[in-house]
């Protein structure tokens, strides 16, 4: 468990960082946020915590293959429930150093890497464990199950992005696993996808939302993003098709009923992200949109031979200098919502923009009164963070 | 945590004032979403679908559509690509510089690369350069090597040093970097050579301040090419390599720490750490040896890098 406290405030630092960047704070006050809101947390750079990651998944092998070379000799002969006991002493370890104030939480580490290898290594290892010890290898709906609930708590209590995922996850297997063992089921597997990511999404959505629940907030946005991609999964024309396929064992696949339902999601689906990248003014569901776009022609591509591939690749990058072009000029004024502002150096607009909001909305005719100002060094500083 | 919670929370710290708090929440809601990069995304995704369609197509259709319709087209894409980048170029300089139209730079981005499919056109369909390959390598070099310093676009320079590194036989690109035959220790040596030769220009145009904000890219192409290159050396040939490989390892090292590159001090630490690996596991051929070197080196890489800034004596 992570140091609440310390989360909340990296959250707010972080926030008043992006502010700064925009322009939207100045220096003093960025300064003053981080003198405010303290956070001892380790902080690496994305390239040292790649690093700290691999390699401490590296020693965890190690000691694993130290551990099994040592009782090697002493278990060769026994079955695999004693293995899997060991196994499991290994995860109570690896649970106990993460848990243990002394060696983990004294270091402050949160999403450094190392704690991230330590919490997924434990997981895996307690799963793998249980499933040895109680023999649940032919018995997949079970694993799943318990593999569910271990990264489901795992990812309760540290807040994990990677494990949150791994759980939604699991649950959409294990009700894959249900629903196949019923005919009725088989017909309506599609349906119930997308229906379980949609109240994934719709949950996480809240989730994030919420204020108490900071800590999870990270990790509730991943879900959604997860959530986006498995609904637009879940009705798209090429995984319904294969994945009957693979359950009936029909090779090649072959038409499937309502066909046209799923050509038609194909469509809508996307649409309904772009009007919410509008609506919400997130990149993210652009962002999202544009990728199932790519989908959809992929997948139409596969079953219907419009033009050979050089010839769509050809008019298809044509299309798209002339759409951007288009694009790009007509956004010089921003219009539906939409701009073709870059992201950074822009801020004497912006003080202006505010210094107006401020004083239509308190009619307070003080251009002193707020401190603006220390603009010139807004947007830069991000250029040698690599 | 919702902007709006983390204005709340600055605000109750007396950090930001009501005023400011309710004008930068109703800037946010209301401002537009920004799709620049996307769009840049998609100028760049269309480019190279067309440049590679383009490809494709001359290569399917070389004998049904007449050449000189093709090598027409072809030429007056990157005439006019680079007639549009000419008329909108600004005056050079040392630094970098802000081209204020948009399409400049990829006009010239556009322009280059079709200029690389028809050179190649030309030489498969007319022989222009015979069998002296070295020539259809080293002009696109020269050109794009101009093109870049005149117009001020790293992305040309790009592809001017994969062309220089193609005139040596190699491929630079890095994900095709392995593809090298290092068993070849000729082309070992090409690697180092060029790859040192990129790293010392990168030098000089950081010292002499000659787009000194080129010497990035240098570092990177050059830096990968004489590393992987010196490291294959060790792996296929004389160990002595490993020579070569730690001393890079450690300028990596040297310049992470003087500019904060974090993506060097990884390379630095990822190539020495494999090449030593490499060298020591091959000399004690001992299966116990290589579990507890690999503990307790990795352990030891994990501890330095948790503490680099104070073994490197770097200032957060």
């Known amino acids: 468990m992570y140091n609440k406290f310390f989360v909340k405030n990296l959250q707010i630092q972080e926030g008043a960082e992006t502010l700064h960047s925009e322009g939207l704070l100045n220096d003093e006050q960025l300064q003053m946020t981080q003198n405010e809101f303290p956070s001892h947390f380790y902080h690496a750079n994305i390239f040292v915590k790649i690093g700290l990651f691999l390699f401490t998944i590296l020693v965890l092998i190690f000691v694993q293959g130290l551990f099994f070379m040592f009782v090697a000799e ?4 026994s079955q695999d429930h004693i293995w899997g006991s060991f196994q499991f002493i290994i995860s109570i370890i690896m649970f106990f150093m993460i848990e243990n104030a002394a060696f983990f939480q004294n270091r402050k580490f949160y999403r450094s890497g190392t704690d991230n290898a330590l919490i997924y290594a434990a997981c895996l290892s307690l799963i793998c ?5 109680f023999k649940l290898s032919n018995d997949s709906l079970i694993a799943v199950s318990m593999a569910g609930c271990i990264t489901g708590i795992a990812a309760r209590r540290y807040g994990d992005m990677f494990l949150s995922v791994v759980t939604c996850l699991l649950l959409n297997s294990l009700l894959f696993l249900i629903l196949i063992k019923f005919p009725f089921g088989k017909a309506i597997l599609p349906f119930a996808t997308m229906l379980y990511w949609a109240i ?20 509730a946005d991943v879900m959604e993003t997860v959530a986006l991609l498995g609904f637009y999964a879940g009705g798209n024309y090429w995984v319904v098709r294969e994945c009957s396929a693979s359950l009936e064992h029909k090779y090649p696949s072959v038409q499937i009923p309502f066909a046209a339902l799923f050509y038609l999601f194909m469509v809508l689906i996307p649409i309904l992200y772009f009007y919410a990248a509008h609506r919400f003014k997130e990149r993210k569901f652009l962002i999202i949109s544009l990728l199932c776009i790519v989908f959809s022609i992929i997948t139409y591509r596969t079953y219907h031979a419009v033009a050979p591939l050089e010839i769509a690749l050809t008019i298809s ?9 288009f694009l790009i000029q007509k956004l010089k004024t921003p219009q539906y919502g939409f701009s073709d502002e870059p992201s950074a150096a822009k801020n004497s607009l912006l003080e202006t923009l505010i210094t107006s909001q401020i004083l239509k909305n308190h009619n307070t005719i003080e251009p002193t009164g707020v401190p603006f100002g220390g603009g010139d060094t807004g947007g830069g500083g991000a250029s040698n963070a690599f | 945590m919702t902007i709006k919670s983390i204005l709340n929370n600055l605000l109750e710290k007396a950090v930001i004032d009501a005023p400011q708090r309710d004008a ?8 537009p979403l920004s799709v620049h990069s996307e769009l840049r995304l998609l100028l760049f995704a269309g480019i190279s679908f067309f440049c590679s369609g383009l490809g494709m197509l001359i290569y399917k259709h070389i004998d049904t559509i007449g050449h000189q319709v093709i090598i027409a087209f072809i030429a007056l894409v990157t005439l006019a690509c680079g007639a549009y980048a000419y008329l909108k170029r600004q005056p050079y300089s040392d630094n970098a510089i802000q081209n204020p139209d948009t399409f400049g730079d990829y006009a010239l981005l556009l322009s280059c690369m079709t200029f690389l499919i028809l050179e190649g056109y030309l030489q498969y369909q007319y022989q222009i350069f015979g069998t ?5 390598a080293l002009i696109p070099t020269i050109l794009f090597f101009l093109a870049a310093y005149r117009f001020d676009h790293k992305g040309v320079l790009t592809m001017a040093m994969t062309a220089l590194a193609t005139w040596a036989g190699l491929t630079i690109t890095p994900f095709d970097l392995l593809k090298n035959d290092f068993s070849n220790l000729h082309l070992v040596w090409s690697g180092i050579g060029i790859g040192t030769l990129l790293i010392a220009i990168g030098y000089f145009s950081e010292i002499k301040n000659i787009k000194a904000h080129f010497s990035y890219s240098y570092y990177m192409l050059g830096g990968n090419l004489a590393v992987i290159a010196s490291l294959a ?3 296929n040939h004389t160990k002595l390599f490993w020579l070569i490989m730690m001393t890079l390892c450690i300028a990596f090292i040297l310049y992470a ?4 590159s974090h993506l060097f001090l990884l390379m630095g630490v990822i190539y020495s750490y494999i090449g030593t690996t490499y060298i020591l596991v091959d000399a004690m051929h001992s299966g116990w040896f290589f579990i507890y070197y690999g503990l307790f080196s990795c352990l030891g890489v994990v501890l330095f890098l948790t503490y680099y800034k104070k073994i490197l004596n770097i200032k957060s």
């Open chain 2, 257 to 260: 720490r003087k500019t904060g």
């Open chain 1, 74 to 77: 002493l278990l060769f002969r």
């Open chain 2, 132 to 136: 002296r390959y070295g020539w259809a």
């Open chain 1, 317 to 325: 990058g044509a299309l798209l200098i002339g759409l951007s072009i």
């Open chain 2, 233 to 235: 050396g060790s792996f």
């Open chain 2, 24 to 31: 930068t929440q109703t800037y946010l809601e209301n401002r």
């Open chain 1, 129 to 133: 464990s249980l499933i040895m010890i």
């Open chain 1, 200 to 219: 994934v999404g719709y949950l996480s959505r809240n989730l994030k939302q919420k204020e108490d629940y900071y800590y999870w907030h990270d990790a």
